[in-house]
């Protein structure tokens, strides 16, 4: 970081860049102020979107590519079929509420009561961090859907879904949203934090392959949103790790 920041105070002693700044001092100043180190806004922030979106086009050229061939396609109904030829009503009952633990309609009003909370506690980069989960999330699926225009295994499924397949909203939800509230549990306790991971990340397996199990989604399905959920899990918990460093250091 030392040395990028040595380069961008280099390229702006230049002459161009003096022109520059001459020519458009506002855009002059927003591109400054994106690439200034010292503050996370700058460019530690600018670095994280540029890498964040990086990834989500090579995940968009892998989902497409993966989506589309032959051996993903035989193994997502092969296993489709195979859930369906095992399933049991109870069991199945009992997944088709847990799954709901995945689903929008539940996780907006505990994100609702978090929000209150954190606010409460002037713990806003906290807010931050779950609204960034939660929008990247909610959109990211929304526009994938619409995308990929996949549908549902209506053949095999326990119950009809109006929706589009690809990738599984509630996998990206249980990833993002409650990989997060996890992280800040275990952040803030000193003990059992291997019970704490443990539970998390049996938690959020448990909520795709309850989906699975329901055969409401292909496994290429859950797995695209596992994938696309921790991208938005890795923004969040990146912001607010950088965040808190220099809350601490203007402490200090």
Do not use: C
Not at 164 to 176: C, E, N
Not at 180 to 198: A, G, N, R, S
Not at 202 to 216: N, P, W
């Amino acid at each position: 970081m030392h040395r990028l920041t040595a380069i961008i105070e280099k390229l702006q002693k230049a002459a161009i860049a003096k022109w520059f700044t001459a020519k458009y001092p506002r855009l002059s100043q927003f591109i400054s102020n994106r690439l200034f180190a010292k503050k996370f806004s700058g460019l530690p922030l600018t670095f994280l979107i540029i890498v964040f979106v990086a990834n989500l086009f090579l995940f968009n050229e892998i989902a497409e590519s993966i989506e589309n061939a032959e051996w993903m396609l035989a193994i997502d109904n092969s296993f489709a079929k195979y859930l369906f030829n095992i399933r049991n009503t109870m069991l199945a009952n009992s997944f088709f509420y847990f799954s709901k633990f995945g689903s929008y309609q539940f996780i907006m009003p505990i994100a609702l009561v978090l929000i209150s909370l954190f606010i409460f506690q002037k713990r806003f980069i906290y807010v931050i961090s779950l609204l960034i989960a939660l929008t990247g999330t909610g959109l990211t699926s929304l526009l994938s859907k619409i995308y990929f225009h996949r549908v549902r295994p209506v053949d095999f499924s326990f119950y009809n879904e109006s929706s589009y397949s690809f990738p599984s909203g509630h996998a990206m939800y249980a990833v993002a949203f409650y990989g997060l509230l996890f992280y800040i549990i275990i952040m803030h306790t000193k003990k059992y934090q291997l019970l704490w991971t443990t539970v998390s990340i049996a938690f959020i397996l448990l909520i795709g392959f309850s989906r699975l199990y329901l055969v409401v989604h292909f496994l290429s399905d859950v797995f695209a949103g596992y994938s696309l959920g921790f991208l938005w899990l890795l923004l969040s918990i990146s912001i607010l790790e950088l965040k808190i460093k220099d809350y601490k250091k203007t402490e200090s």
